[in-house]
C-alpha cells in the first residue's frame, strides 16, 4: 500500500474590505 | 385578490418557469437555482453576478490569483495567521472534476478576541454540492480537532455559515496549540 502526502500549500493572507464586514 | 393569483418567479428569464403565490415567492427565490450565481471571492465587494459556467473565467480574470492544487487531499497552510483585522485566506482544491474554494476568515470580535472560521465551497450547484463531503483537521500531536461536513455551494453564499458557525470555528486560545511560527496547517479532505 502507498501513502502519497498531502500536497501543502502556502496562503497568504488577504485584508477585507470594510463593506463585506458589514453585510456579516 | 393578489394572494389568488400565482405570480411568475422573478428569474424567469434565466429559465425558472415557477409560478407561485406570493406567500411562497419569496423562499423560492431565495432558493432558485435559477438565480444568478454571485462573486464568491470573499472579502471583496465586487458586485458580479453572472451564470455559473461564467465563475471561473470571472474569479481568474478579475481577482487576486488564488493558488489551485489538485488532489482530494491537501494541506492548506494559512501563513501570518495572527494578523491584525478581518483577514480571509482562500485557495482552490480540484478534485472529482469540480474546483472547491478552500475559505479561512479572521474576524477580530473584540480586542484580543479573534474568531476564525473555516470551510469549503464547490464551485456548482447545490444538488451537485450534496455529493461531496469535507473534512479539516488541525494536527498538533497529541492535540488533534476536526470538523466534518458537506461541501456548500457558492450559490448559497457564505454570510449563513459563519452566522450559524456552521463550519470548522476556533479562536484565539485555540490557534496557539496549532500555529506553528506564525502558520496553520489545515488538512483538508474532499470525498
Known amino acids: ?24 | 385578490v393578489a394572494s389568488s393569483v400565482l405570480f411568475p418567479c422573478k428569474f424567469t428569464s434565466f429559465g425558472c418557469g415557477l409560478t407561485l403565490s406570493p406567500a411562497e415567492k419569496p423562499e423560492h427565490e431565495e432558493l432558485c437555482e435559477f438565480r444568478p450565481y454571485s462573486c464568491p471571492c470573499p472579502g471583496t465587494c465586487c458586485h458580479w453576478q453572472g451564470q455559473l459556467n461564467a465563475v471561473m473565467h470571472h474569479l481568474t480574470s478579475h481577482h487576486r490569483p488564488i493558488t489551485t492544487v489538485q488532489g482530494e487531499d491537501v494541506i492548506f497552510l494559512a501563513t501570518n495567521i495572527h494578523i491584525t483585522g478581518a483577514i480571509d485566506w482562500v485557495m482552490m482544491q480540484a478534485c472529482f472534476g469540480h474546483h472547491f474554494l478552500l475559505i479561512l476568515q479572521k474576524m477580530d470580535k473584540y480586542e484580543g478576541y479573534r474568531q476564525y472560521f473555516a470551510f469549503v465551497q464547490l464551485i456548482g450547484t447545490r444538488n451537485e454540492a450534496d455529493k461531496f463531503n469535507y473534512r479539516m483537521e488541525l494536527n498538533s500531536p497529541p492535540r488533534r480537532m476536526a470538523w466534518e461536513a458537506r461541501v456548500r455551494s457558492i450559490h448559497e453564499g457564505i454570510a449563513a455559515t459563519i452566522r450559524n458557525s456552521d463550519c470548522l470555528v476556533f479562536d484565539t486560545d485555540i490557534i496557539e496549540f496549532f500555529a506553528v511560527s506564525g502558520s496553520l496547517g489545515i488538512n483538508v479532505t474532499i470525498s
Do not use: S
Open chain 1, 1 to 24: 500500500r502507498t501513502y502519497r502526502m498531502p500536497k501543502e500549500v502556502r496562503v497568504e493572507p488577504h485584508k477585507f474590505a470594510a463593506e463585506l464586514i458589514h453585510r456579516l
